[in-house]
């Protein structure tokens, strides 16, 4: 037997009814149709992963989004690197030297957290990014433990995928790289 083929709603594409492939978590009464029984309210639930992806407020705000996370990201990424540069906020090692492997890596924090806050050379800032936390993980991390919530690693690689995500999306709207495209477009 095939899914039931049903109307499709007001305004919304017509996709296979749920309830022919058992999700609803209720059943209609016997012999009547459960498009009878809720309506406009069966289509909405039937189609509502279509109809938020194809929504024009998440459409208008997905980029937006994107431009918010980045900007939560470098504020987030941005004290790591004053901690081990500036000891602010104060830790229990206070400052590391700056010509050492960690001023090398908290130098990198502070302007690549700076850089991506403002979205400033996003692109290429996110993916040097990327692959410091990638290394931090493996140097600093991993010999502790295998597991990361185990071995203190899960901040370094939530932000290893999220700078590398940034890299391959850039920074969004609200980026001072996408004012500066558009005023060289404009220029030209």
């Known amino acids: 037997m095939g899914v039931q083929q049903l109307p499709p709603g007001p305004g919304l594409p017509h996709y296979p009814s749920l309830n022919a492939i058992g999700w609803l978590p209720f059943r209609s009464p016997r012999g009547v149709p459960p498009e009878r029984c809720l309506g406009n309210a069966f289509h909405l639930k039937e189609n509502i992963l279509q109809h938020l992806i194809s929504n024009p407020v998440v459409g208008v705000w997905a980029p937006r989004a994107l431009s918010v996370q980045r900007f939560a990201a470098g504020l987030v990424f941005f ?21 050492s492997f ?8 502070v302007i690549g957290g700076a850089l991506i806050m403002l979205g400033l050379f996003t692109r290429p800032t996110a993916f040097i990014l990327s692959g410091m936390m990638a290394v931090a993980y493996f140097m600093a991390h991993f010999p502790r433990n295998f597991y990361p919530t185990l071995n203190g690693g899960d901040a370094a690689i939530l932000f290893c995928f999220v700078f590398f995500y940034i890299s391959t999306t850039g920074g969004g709207p609200w980026a001072l790289d996408t004012a500066r495209s558009a005023k060289t477009v404009a220029a030209n």
């Open 79 to 99: 004290p790591h690197g004053t901690q081990k540069l500036f000891n602010f906020p104060p830790r229990e090692g206070g400052a590391v030297e700056l010509f």
């Open 102 to 109: 960690m001023g090398f890596a908290g130098t990198l924090k």
